[in-house]
Nanobody
């Protein structure tokens, strides 16, 4: 499975961006995956941001983005999204999407995920 993340860019503090992640899998296969977003800031380790179960019934967020970010998915389009509002400079990072072929729940650990996209840069700066 290949994952292609897009939608990153330069945005001012307080601005918004929506990241997208497209999967090369069949619709049936994609529907079985839990999906997640992670990020890696300069000089930092990769960290969990948000995740969503195979049917969207369960979601999870790191505390620092709760109330600002929203993860969603469109199984027919084989895409997962990360809507990011009220962006802060500390949100600056390369954002990665990932797929967990177990599918149940909204996993938070890197080791839970089986497939990774290439990353898209988000820079929040005035």
């Amino acid at each position: 499975v290949q994952l292609q993340a897009s939608g990153g860019g330069l945005v001012q503090p307080g601005g918004s961006l929506t990241l997208s992640c497209a999967a090369s899998a069949s619709e049936r296969t994609f529907n079985s995956y839990a999906m997640g977003w992670f990020r890696q800031g300069p000089g930092k380790e990769r960290e969990f941001v948000a995740a969503i179960s195979w049917n969207g019934g369960s979601t999870g967020y790191v505390d620092s983005v709760k109330g600002r970010f929203t993860i969603s998915r469109d199984n027919a389009k084989k895409k997962v999204y990360l809507q990011m509002n009220n962006l802060k400079p500390e949100d600056t990072a390369v954002y990665y999407c990932a797929a967990d072929n177990y599918g149940v729940g909204a996993p938070r650990l890197l080791e839970d995920y089986d497939y990774w996209g290439q990353g898209t840069q988000v820079t929040v700066s005035s």
